[in-house]
């Protein structure tokens, strides 16, 4: 065999070493992320998991995802602010008939936990915040944010609206709310408890 000939054969080998070794490097990199993503997902009470089931609840368990949205009065609400408390999203929109009856709910909700225990963050699919606020039961303190093109409310899974996502201090969604809920009713409340006051 040539010199030319063999020392491209052992360039060939070569790069298909490369190559193979960057194979193994990216699937042993894609196993190491699904670990820490297995390790960092919840485990709920197999009791919340049972009680949420017959609330109608899904118990998702999965990591929220990426977000920015502008607050009414100024600043943003992002993913990035989820290292407090829990925070109940709750994606509504001024247009939506079934969606104004619970509003008036929200604030029981707020005195019963605070915001030390509890962040409720108002997510309207309105194009303006007029329309947003005209509906809102007054006085209104809660959060307000809008999510004018839906985007965040799809990336969430959102398909009818209210809706609403527990989500907890590591960013991991843990349940998922759809349609009017009974918010104050004393098995939702046992439900909110059992992730809220752990």
């Known amino acids: 065999m040539e010199h030319g000939a063999s020392r491209s054969i052992l360039e060939n080998l070569h790069g298909r070493r490369g190559q193979l070794a960057l194979m193994l490097a990216l699937t ?3 196993l190491v992320a699904l ?14 998991i049972d009680l949420a089931e017959a609330l109608q609840v899904q118990w998702v ?41 619970e509003l008036k709910l929200f ?21 303006e915040w007029n329309a947003a606020r005209q509906v809102l039961p007054q006085p209104w303190t809660m959060e307000l944010a809008l999510d004018r093109s839906s985007r965040v409310a799809r990336a969430f899974g959102t398909e009818k609206l209210p809706e609403a996502y527990l989500i907890d201090a590591h960013g991991q969604v ?25």
């Open 61 to 101: 368990g999965m990591p929220a995802p990426d977000f920015d949205l502008p607050l009414q009065g100024g600043g943003r609400f992002t993913d990035g602010d989820l290292d407090g408390p829990p925070v109940l999203v709750h994606f509504w929109a001024s247009w939506c008939p079934s969606c104004l009856p």
């Open 107 to 127: 604030g029981e909700l707020r005195q019963r936990y605070g915001p030390q225990e509890l962040r409720l963050v108002h997510v309207s699919l309105d194009e």
């Open 35 to 48: 670990a820490l993503a297995e390790a960092r997902r919840p485990e709920a009470r197999p009791e919340l």
């Open 28 to 30: 042993g990199s894609a």
């Open 174 to 198: 843990l349940l998922r709310f759809v349609a009017n809920q009974p918010w104050l009713e004393p098995r939702m409340l046992q439900l909110l408890d059992g992730f809220v006051r752990k």
